[in-house]
């Protein structure tokens, strides 16, 4: 039978070339937002996290983006690794999870 | 530190069984999740505490879930009976709400199956 599921939005990219993933929040009010990866078969892992009274933040090799008028959040990824293949989900304050986009190297 | 230990990693059990997913939070963290995961629903969060205290378990999918905080260093999440349909990968985080940053850790997780 048909397999139904999330459709998780995906992003291929070659190794070496910079990756951006989005992710669009719908609560305003929303102070803190946190950036997470999951590899097959592990727990989210904390990459990075931002409060909304910045617009840029940046670690090693991910940078995040805030756009509060828009209510967007991106995530940058600088000379991306066949390591950062996994789902990156984007969270807010309220601790809940969006559907997370699929971000697949090609080495 | 350990990080956030689940256990046990993998549980097979027969519908209509209790099954109890363990967790023990990161020392000194003040704040404890639970969430499930499947492919339809995506990662859905049940249950959270504070201070051992439950503050918001909205996400709990009926009376058949309960989830129990006795101390600080340890919860569990305790289904009874178990359907098929609880079949999932069941998380357990902590975090530290200080002022500068809470991201929380996540432990290795349960995988469900109810058969």
């Known amino acids: 039978g048909e397999s139904v599921g999330l459709h998780l939005p995906t992003l291929s990219v070659q190794e070496g070339d910079n990756s951006i993933i989005n992710c669009a929040y719908s609560n305003s009010a929303s102070d803190y937002f946190i950036w997470y990866k999951q590899e097959s078969g592990k727990g989210p892992q904390f990459i990075i996290d931002i409060r909304s009274n910045m617009d840029k933040r940046q670690g090693q090799r991910v940078t995040v983006l805030l756009n509060k008028t828009v209510k967007h959040l991106s995530l940058q990824i600088a000379a991306t690794q066949p390591g950062d293949s996994a789902v990156y989900f984007c969270a807010e304050d309220d601790m809940r999870f969006g559907a997370g986009t699929r971000l697949t190297v090609k080495p | 530190d350990a990080g956030v230990i689940q256990s046990p990693r993998h549980e097979v059990t027969e519908m209509g069984q209790e099954v109890t997913l363990r967790c023990k939070p990161i020392?000194?963290?003040?704040?404890l999740f639970w969430y499930r995961q499947t492919m339809m629903r995506g990662l859905e969060l049940l249950i959270y505490?504070?201070?051992?205290?439950?503050?918001?378990d909205s996400g709990m999918p009926e009376d058949r879930f309960s989830a129990k905080m006795p101390n600080a260093s340890f919860s569990t999440l305790k289904i009874q009976p178990s359907e098929p349909r609880d079949s999932a990968v069941y998380f357990c985080?902590?975090?530290?709400?200080?002022?500068?940053?809470?991201?929380?850790?996540f432990g290795s997780g349960t995988r469900l199956t109810v058969v």
């Open positions: 985080a902590s975090s530290l709400r200080d002022t500068l940053s809470y991201g929380y850790t």
């Open positions: 020392s000194g963290h003040d704040y």
């Open positions: 505490f504070n201070n051992n205290v439950p503050i918001d």
